[in-house]
């Protein structure tokens, strides 16, 4: 895939999508699929809520005032993490998996790094589906209208969707979720020291 930071890639699209509002730069399980389909966006949202208790019960702060249960919490929550694992793996022996891709995500929208043009025309309505966080073998659907399509000049193209509008909870979830993953790649680098 390409070596292109963001800022590198000027396209009106990219403008509309991310420009002044969050956004994160990550690497997700995901594909998008031309045509509407049935989805249910209560499950997205449902997904992204349980994700976010989960993560955010797990006290990233670092220090902890429970005591001594602190210690068996922790043991609890390793065995939950390695069962979680094994469940992951086998629900991908079983399903298809979605390919790794390199993507831009804000609460308006997705650009995809895609190894070929879809040759899907601006205004098409799709369904991208992505796995949310790499330890939760599940996925959600969202709906979209391609923006457009371009080739990123490495043999890959970019292609940028554009959320279909929703309901008041699924928006919330989503941009907990995208601060969660934010913040998270904000930390990273300054681990990395970039």
Not at 51 to 79: I, M, N
Not at 89 to 108: G, K, N, T, Y
Not at 138 to 159: K, M, N, Q, R, Y
């Amino acid at each position: 895939m390409s070596e292109l930071r963001p800022s590198d890639i000027h396209h009106p699209a990219e403008s509309e999508l991310f420009d002044e509002t969050l956004s994160c730069d990550v690497a997700l399980p995901a594909e998008f699929r031309l045509g509407s389909s049935v989805i249910r966006p209560g499950s997205a949202e449902t997904l992204l809520r349980s994700v976010a208790l989960v993560e955010d019960s797990r006290g990233d702060d670092g220090h902890d005032d429970r005591g001594e249960s602190s210690t068996q919490l922790q043991r609890l929550e390793a065995k939950l993490d390695l069962t979680m694992v094994l469940l992951g793996r086998l629900v991908r022996q079983s399903a298809q998996d979605l390919d790794l891709r390199p993507l831009r995500w804000s609460r308006r929208g997705i650009r995809l790094e895609l190894g070929a043009r879809t040759g899907a025309p601006a205004g098409s309505l799709g369904v991208i589906r992505l796995q949310p966080c790499d330890w939760l073998p599940d996925h959600i659907d969202l709906p979209v209208t391609v923006l457009a399509e371009a080739a990123t000049g490495a043999g890959s193209c970019f292609l940028w969707l554009r959320f279909a509008p929703m309901s008041d909870g699924l928006e919330m979830a989503l941009e907990r979720h995208l601060f969660r993953l934010h913040r998270r790649q904000v930390a990273d680098s300054r681990r990395r020291g970039l």
